[in-house]
């Protein structure tokens, strides 16, 4: 293997390669970028950022991001082993986004939708009021626009630097979700390595369709604080996503390489059931197709012929 001609880890050029963390293999970079940041030894699922996240899945140059200039404001002057406020620049320098979240239009495979993504980079894509409300505008777009909304998730939670205005976000986004199911709006729940806390506790969980990566930890307390509490062992693979869809709590885990295909499939599945539903409201009934009872069509024809019958005569 090309990577054992270096002998010590200084003699290796810095940047080139990384170790997977779950299976030791050492990949050189830009073959892993190339594989969507999968190991291509163990299919571990390195995370990556929010950019990288809208880059991989849409088509490309299509996002239009939307409120980019929303930002954070430090209201409770909290300090833990840095302020509030310091953490804030830091992050924004190093994402090159204002906050956790960035959200826009977009097409994936020619399909409209409204896309929003968490980044755990940006302290541990907490939801603090501006995630909030960039979920919150997302989703709202949508309603506004008769488009689905999409949110691929990965967070830690609410942000506690924000107190009980971060809790707030959980019934805001909650709010506007409900709305726009009400007006017949599809909401597809993406979640990825990690989505815990308040993130999971409110609009995470809601999609009409919930779909996640594999080996995704996904939960609301985390299972060191769950086996402290309990006092008791833990079953293995708890809070993964496989675990997860065994208990129905998901729809499918999709791997990266397949997000993209995927989503686009059931954006199509939407879009051909509104198409029926406009039809039938338009006087329009689904054909038969072979395979169908035709037993029962029969009897519904006469009992149909019959109420005509009925009719002529009164
Ligand atoms: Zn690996």
């Known amino acids: 293997m090309a990577w054992k001609r270096f002998r010590k880890k200084k003699d290796m050029p810095g940047g080139l390669w990384i170790k997977c963390p779950n299976c030791d293999a050492m990949l050189f ?3 892993l970028a190339r594989n969507l940041h999968v190991c291509t030894d163990c299919q571990h699922h390195f995370p990556i950022s929010a950019r990288q996240r809208v880059a991989m899945t849409v088509d490309e140059g299509s996002f239009h991001e939307e409120s980019p200039d929303l930002w954070a404001i430090d209201r409770l002057n909290f300090v833990d082993k840095e302020s509030y406020a310091a953490k804030l620049e830091k992050s924004m320098k190093k994402s090159g986004s204002s906050e956790a979240a960035i959200y826009g239009c977009c097409t994936i495979e020619g399909q409209p939708l409204v896309l929003c993504v968490l980044d755990f980079s940006f302290i541990g894509g907490s939801m603090g009021c501006v ?4 979920v919150t505008r997302a989703v709202e777009l949508a309603t506004e626009k008769n488009l689905p909304v999409v949110v691929i998730s990965a967070s830690g939670g ?6 009980a205005l971060s809790l707030m976000q959980m019934a805001k986004t909650s709010v506007a979700i409900a709305r726009h199911a009400e007006k ?3 909401y597809i729940s993406v979640l990825t390595n990690p989505t815990t806390g308040g993130v999971m506790a409110s ?3 809601l999609g009409d369709v919930v779909v996640a990566e594999p ?3 996904i939960g609301f307390a ?7 509490t309990l006092r008791q062992q833990l079953p ?9 869809l065994d208990h129905g709590f998901l729809d499918k885990i999709i791997p990266r390489g397949e997000m993209r295909r995927s989503l686009a499939n059931f954006l199509r599945y939407f879009w051909r059931y509104k198409e029926t539903e406009v039809l039938a409201a338009d006087g329009w009934q689904a054909p038969n197709f072979p395979g169908d009872d035709e037993e029962e069509t029969k009897a519904e024809a006469e009992k149909g012929e019959e109420e005509t019958k009925a009719e002529a005569k009164s």
Do not use: D, T
């Not at 995630?131 to 960039?134: A, L, R, S």
């Open 222 to 228: 985390g299972p060191r604080v769950i086996q402290e």
């Open 158 to 163: 609410a942000r506690m630097h924000e107190g």
């Open 29 to 31: 970079n830009k073959e």
């Open 236 to 244: 293995e693979g708890f809070q993964r996503s496989e675990f997860l």
């Open 215 to 217: 080996a995704a930890l």
């Open 131 to 134: 995630v909030g409300e960039k």
């Open 184 to 186: 017949g709006g599809l």
């Open 203 to 205: 609009f995470a969980a």
